[in-house]
């Protein structure tokens, strides 16, 4: 019964990071789709944060609301700070990112934030790395794969490295100069989404410790992050 209840547990865990995968696919298009429409890259992260907020507040307050511990003014700091994190910096890079490059491009360098998050989690010694042992160093090569395939894709120049025909007026050497610029621009700030996010997650670990209510948490940085 125990072998069975834990396959069934990794099993649930599994469809559960699937669909994820799955959601995550269609906030990009989605959200792509938004800013074709004209929203602005700073009113739609407040639409969204609006609406998380609403959402969720009813169910941290009634469901947690006798194992919430008492608010101290750490941990409001701490809020503060993973709603600047996880939600200004974080959104704010990706809009901005989404903005120049198409939810693919968008998505692929996404990957790469399990490898950062490892990293950040491995120099603050909340995860260990054992050079030693096969999973460990499995950890450390997947990082580093992960990380050079983001850096390639940034500066990969997109269509004019495959145009190899000069190019004849000023116009198209400005417009590919500017094509160039905003596929570098973009792809910067989707990084930079990436860091924010890896070290939103980070920072969890030690908040969670002392304030283990989850959806109070998510609540408190929601609200933060809308502010």
Known sequence: ???????????????AVLALQFCYAGFHIVSRAALNMGVSKIVFPIYRNDIALLLLAPFAYFLEKKDRPPLT???????????????????????????????????????????????????LRLEQLNLNRRFGLTKVMGTVVSIVGATVITFYKGPPLLNHQAHNTLGANIASSSQILNWTLGCVYILGYCLAWSGWMVLQVPVLRQYPARLSLTTFTCFFGLI
């Open 1 to 15: 019964m125990g072998g069975e209840l834990k396959v069934s547990e990794k099993a649930k865990l599994l469809i």
């Open 73 to 123: 003014f750490s941990l409001l700091v701490q809020f503060f700070l993973l709603a600047l994190c996880g939600i200004t910096a974080n959104q704010g890079f990706y809009l901005l990112g989404l903005f120049y490059l198409s939810p693919t491009y968008a998505s692929a360098i996404q990957n790469s934030v399990p490898a950062i998050t490892f990293a950040m989690a491995a120099a």
